[in-house]
């Protein structure tokens, strides 16, 4: 197995009027994030994404933040995403995805259509064949119906 540096896991954020935040891994600029002191803090990070969705993803921090790696993942290893919140607005579907390439190009690892998020673990299984030693962004994304 080779192991993927999760640099500031983003979290794509709800696509709807919606309230809730990936807590584990750490998003990007996350206000309460005590381990990066010189990373800016988004103090509305539980605001939506933009509905035309030009800040996709993570609003656009992955193009102007330090990225410092928050996890380490094992290609093929089983994960677990965390949020926090509790918003849930009824559920809708997820995704996580993760970006080896700056976030230019996702590959989704799971998907929850419907009842998301209504728990506030999701696992996830890493693919065996992700790029070994490379620095990652881990994406969560809602759409809430």
């Known amino acids: 197995m080779t192991p993927l540096s999760i640099i500031a896991a983003l ?6 009027l919606a309230h809730m935040q ?8 996350d206000p309460h ?18 509905a035309d969705g030009s800040n996709f993803a993570c609003k656009g921090y992955h193009l102007n933040t330090p990225l410092t790696t928050v996890a380490t993942y094992e290609a ?19 995704q996580i995805s ?4 700056g976030g230019n190009d996702f590959r989704v ?9 209504m728990s506030d673990s999701y696992k996830f299984k890493v693919p065996r064949d992700m790029p ?10 809602w759409y809430a119906f």
Do not use: F, V
């Not at 979290?11 to 709807?16: D, G, N, T, V, Y």
């Not at 093929?76 to 997820?94: P, V």
């Open 98 to 101: 993760m970006s080896c390439d």
């Open 132 to 141: 070994a030693a490379k620095k990652c962004l881990l994406a969560w994304t």
């Open 76 to 94: 093929g290893s089983q994960q677990t995403l965390r949020l926090s919140g509790s918003a849930t607005h009824g559920g809708g579907s997820c």
């Open 33 to 50: 994030a005590t381990d990066r002191p010189n990373e800016p803090k988004d103090y509305n990070i539980l605001s939506p994404l933009n």
């Open 22 to 29: 990936m807590s584990s891994p750490s998003p990007l600029r």
């Open 11 to 16: 979290s794509a954020l709800p696509l709807a």
């Open 109 to 117: 690892m799971k998907s929850i259509i419907g009842d998301c998020p």
